[in-house]
C-alpha cells in the first residue's frame, strides 16, 4: 500500500512561483517513478511531468521550461517547482505512482493562477 498526500497549492498570480510537495508512505519511495498530472475544470487529467527512480524526468510540452520536478529519497517527497505560471495552469495537481500493478492517487491540490 502506498499512500500519497500533496501540499502547497494556493492563489498565485500570473508570473508567479509556486513548489509543490507529495509525500509518500510505505517504505519503498526510493525504488517509485512518481508522476505529476493536472486536472482543469471540465477537463481530462493530463501529465505534467514524471521522474524515475534513478532520477530521470520528463514533462509535458506545456510545461517545459517553467516547471522542475525533483525527489528527495530521505524525506519520502517528490516536488514540483512551478515557475512563470500562466492563468492555464490553474487546476488541481494529483502526485501518482504505480506499483504492484495498481495505480495510487493523492487528493489533490488546488492551484489557482490569477490577478
Known amino acids: 500500500q502506498v499512500q500519497l498526500v500533496e501540499s502547497g497549492g494556493g492563489l498565485v498570480q500570473p508570473g508567479g512561483s509556486l513548489r509543490l510537495s507529495c509525500a509518500a508512505s510505505?517504505?519503498?519511495?526510493?525504488?517509485?517513478?512518481m508522476g505529476w498530472y493536472r486536472q482543469a475544470p471540465g477537463n481530462q487529467r493530463d501529465l505534467v511531468a514524471t521522474i524515475s527512480n534513478g532520477g530521470s524526468t520528463n514533462y509535458a510540452d506545456s510545461v517545459k521550461g517553467r516547471f522542475t520536478i525533483s525527489r528527495d529519497n530521505a524525506r519520502d517527497t517528490v516536488y514540483l517547482q512551478m515557475n512563470s505560471l500562466k492563468p492555464e495552469d490553474t487546476a488541481v495537481y494529483y502526485c501518482?505512482?504505480?506499483?504492484?500493478?495498481?495505480?495510487?492517487w493523492g487528493k489533490g491540490t488546488l492551484v489557482t493562477v490569477s490577478s
Open positions: 510505505g517504505n519503498i519511495f526510493s525504488i517509485l517513478d
Open positions: 501518482h505512482t504505480r506499483r504492484w500493478g495498481m495505480d495510487y
